[in-house]
């Protein structure tokens, strides 16, 4: 079940201002921005919106875990990211109102600030940083898009393995005296979407890697043992 509410104006406003997308803005447009916003719980399981859904507003990660993918013609699904508090999607929709690119899905319960067209549309009038904001936002999503489609073209699978090991290490790991943990959120089969193979193949490699000593597997999460290396096999 999906419940909507407003939210206080000091949990808004702290939320955004968390974000890389709205963190720069001065408190006083944080605030205006924040009062404009919603919050909506979702259940794990629940899409937030599918591929070619009309787009209308943009959400701010404040609880929860999610998966942002697309699914081909074919049937088949890439994964694109994973996104915890305080991430930021739907961008796109902020500006053009145009179909959603991709599909997002709730991995765990999850609570999201929502900011729709019309509220921004208002507020950037008054505050032209917000679409400031929004617009570098959505030149990193254009990097992130360009960076992931060269990755597929010019990398073998076991390369992108690599680096998709190495992009969560820097992302969400922590040093230990054994290496860099990488608690893995994603199932073996949304992995394996992420760097466009099947889970038996990738399964392969991340074994091949801990064989080599790389890695080391240990349930769910990932130890990073020879970044050196992996970075050499990721061509970088």
């Known amino acids: 079940m999906v419940v909507t509410r407003k939210l206080s104006a000091s949990e808004a406003t702290g939320l955004l201002a968390e974000t890389a997308l709205f963190g720069q803005l001065e408190s006083a447009t944080l605030a205006r921005l924040a009062d404009e916003s919603t919050i909506r719980s979702y ?3 629940q899409y937030i919106f599918q591929q070619g859904d009309r787009g209308d507003c943009l959400f701010v990660v404040a609880e929860g875990l999610l998966k942002v993918f697309t699914i081909s013609d074919q049937g088949d ?3 694109l990211a994973t996104l915890r508090r305080p991430d930021t999607f739907g961008e796109l929709a902020i500006i053009d109102g145009g179909p959603r690119s991709a599909s997002v899905e ?3 319960a999850t609570t999201l600030v929502i900011v ?3 509220a921004f549309t208002r507020l950037v009038r008054q505050y032209p940083s917000l679409l400031e ?6 030149a990193g999503l254009l990097r992130h898009v360009l960076e992931r489609a060269s990755d597929l073209v010019f990398l073998d699978l076991p390369g992108r393995v690599a680096k998709m090991i190495l992009d969560l290490g820097n992302d969400r790991g922590e040093a230990s005296p054994e290496g860099l943990r990488i608690d893995v959120e994603l199932t073996q089969g949304d992995l394996a979407a992420s760097v466009g193979g ?3 193949t990738v399964n392969q490699i991340l074994h091949a890697f801990e064989e080599r000593g790389y890695i080391a597997l240990q349930g769910r999460t990932v130890v990073l043992k020879r970044p ?3 970075r050499r096999r990721a061509g970088g």
Do not use: T
């Not at 904001?133 to 959505?138: F, G, I, K, P, T």
């Open 43 to 45: 259940p794990k399981g």
């Open 77 to 79: 699904d890439m994964v």
């Open 106 to 108: 709730a991995l765990d």
């Open 116 to 118: 729709s067209q019309s």
């Open 133 to 138: 904001a929004v617009l570098r936002s959505v």
């Open 198 to 200: 099947s889970r038996s």
């Open 228 to 230: 050196d290396l992996l």
